[in-house]
């Protein structure tokens, strides 16, 4: 399965120069792959009984650019079939990055 949707970098930087409120700053890029794996679990809630967590284990291979390489670390996120989704792992597999998803991204 091919992959072509966004992937959100998030770097964080002090609000001003005195402060100790730190902004993110998201950015988002378009980037092709493959869909290596694709699945799903339900994570039950130790707190709550009613509704479970939906996570994907799935892996996407990113054709990395120059942009992706240097600012792997900032990867927050990635958009797979209308969500978005954290990125829990990522493994350099030059030049591709292996990325594992897993719950709902919220931020």
Known sequence: MRYFDSIGFCE???EDENSDVWVANVTEKKYYGDVIRNSRRLQALEYTSTNDDVNISNQISLMADKFALEHFHEIRYAVF???KWKVSDIEFQGPRLLLTLGGVYNG
């Open 12 to 14: 964080t930087e002090p």
């Open 81 to 83: 079939m209308g969500h």
